[in-house]
């Protein structure tokens, strides 16, 4: 199993955030966090460090459901997406496996949300493939 559903973009970075952005928000996902580790790599260590961003992706009404079957499922959500520069006008676009993220719980119901999970993470993906 894939720790995740990964594309790529040939457009800027900036622009690869807001179609990231868009494309979830297409299947109900928001964004609750970002992390910018270019700029946190560069405040904390000193040291330069391509363009990566982590966008903590949610959808409400799924994770309300599954934190009714489990609270566990709390230390896995958000969904993790990374938008990361690999080269001048190419960027890579990662989010996290929910079959891999939500299979640590043993809880059919669990696994039967992560598959509708893995689905509409499935078609952001495709979106921005195309």
């Given at each position: 199993m894939s720790i995740g559903l990964v594309t790529q973009l040939q457009t800027?970075?900036?622009d690869a955030i807001q179609k990231v952005t868009e494309?979830?928000?297409?299947?109900?996902?928001g964004v609750l966090t970002k992390i910018d580790f270019k700029?946190?790599?560069k405040q904390k260590l000193d040291v330069d460090f391509r363009p990566y961003m982590v966008l903590g992706a949610c959808n409400p009404s799924i994770a309300h459901r599954a934190l009714t079957v489990s609270s566990d499922v709390g230390m896995?959500?958000?969904?993790?997406?990374?938008?990361a520069e690999?080269?001048?006008?190419?960027i890579e676009v990662s989010i996290i496996n929910p079959d891999a993220m939500?299979?640590?719980?043993?809880?059919?119901?669990?696994?039967?949300i992560a598959q509708e999970v893995k689905?509409?993470?499935?078609?952001?993906?495709?979106?921005?493939?195309?």
């Open positions: 800027d970075y900036e494309a979830l928000k297409t299947e109900g996902f700029a946190t790599l896995l959500i958000p969904c993790n997406v990374t938008v690999i080269a001048p006008e190419t939500l299979g640590v719980i043993d809880d059919a119901e669990i696994h039967a689905e509409m993470l499935t078609r952001v993906i495709e979106k921005l493939s195309n």
